[in-house]
């Protein structure tokens, strides 16, 4: 079955600088990449997601790169605010017809002030 | 927030009994699934429909147990044959089953063991 390691899984940056999170994936088949924010006893929500076809999407202060030869995406956020304090998942899709998700085990990004 | 509901939002289960969590949608998705997250941990998937009256077995399917009799609706029994049943239980639903669509949670419930 499909793999994903994350890393790091804590990260702190200073408020106003950039954040980078990074996951491998272990099925090549895998074909659809989302990442989830959760914050403390909540849902996850997603926040941004690529497909396989595609090689970068931007979504304001957020961005998500994918390089399938090397089988990992990376999450982008420039700019952090107070707000983005929060952990984050990747996930991607399975291989063989599967359905659901496998996640990477969080990341806890902390902006400090 | 709404359109995927989860109750309830604790529960307290004593070993040794059964116990189910309730998860519905008015999103009119055909797909459905259920997520376990431990502390530090990832969520990991547990079950899955597609469409009503189908489920498959995911990660982690042992002792637990589903049913699909509604398109709304799709239950999670946690069974006395599960070891470590402490968890937040995620549910999910997507708006067609298969590969490349996004996932929308439920709030969770918090299982307890006592």
């Known amino acids: 079955g499909e793999n994903v390691e994350q890393h790091p899984s804590t990260l702190s940056v200073q408020e106003g600088d950039s954040a980078v999170i990074k996951c491998t994936y272990s099925?090549?088949?895998?074909?659809?990449f989302p990442w989830y924010k959760q914050e403390l006893g909540k849902r996850p929500q997603l926040i941004i997601d690529i497909r396989s076809n595609v090689g970068e999407k931007k979504d304001q202060r957020i961005a998500v790169t994918l390089n399938k030869t090397a089988k990992h995406f990376s999450l982008h956020i420039t700019e952090t605010q107070p707000e983005d304090s929060a952990v984050y998942f990747c996930?991607?899709?399975?291989?063989?017809?599967?359905?659901?998700?496998?996640f990477g085990k969080g990341t806890h990004l902390i902006i400090q002030p | 927030d709404g359109g995927i509901t989860q109750s309830p939002k604790y529960l307290f289960r004593k070993e040794g009994q059964n116990v189910t969590l309730s998860c519905e949608q008015n999103l009119n998705h055909d797909a459905m699934y259920w997520y376990r997250q431990d502390p530090g941990q990832g969520l990991r998937l547990i079950y899955y429909s597609q469409i009503v009256n189908d489920f498959q077995k995911g990660d982690i399917a042992e002792g637990y147990s589903v049913s699909r009799e509604k398109k709304e609706s799709f239950p999670l029994t946690v069974t006395s044959a599960q070891k470590n049943p402490t968890a937040f239980y995620l549910c999910?639903?997507?708006?067609?089953?298969?590969?490349?669509?996004?996932?929308?949670f439920g709030p969770g419930t918090r299982l307890t063991v006592l």
């Open positions: 099925d090549s088949a895998s074909n659809y």
């Open positions: 996930a991607a899709t399975p291989g063989g017809g599967a359905d659901g998700l496998t």
């Open positions: 999910a639903s997507s708006m067609t089953g298969g590969r490349g669509g996004e996932q929308f």
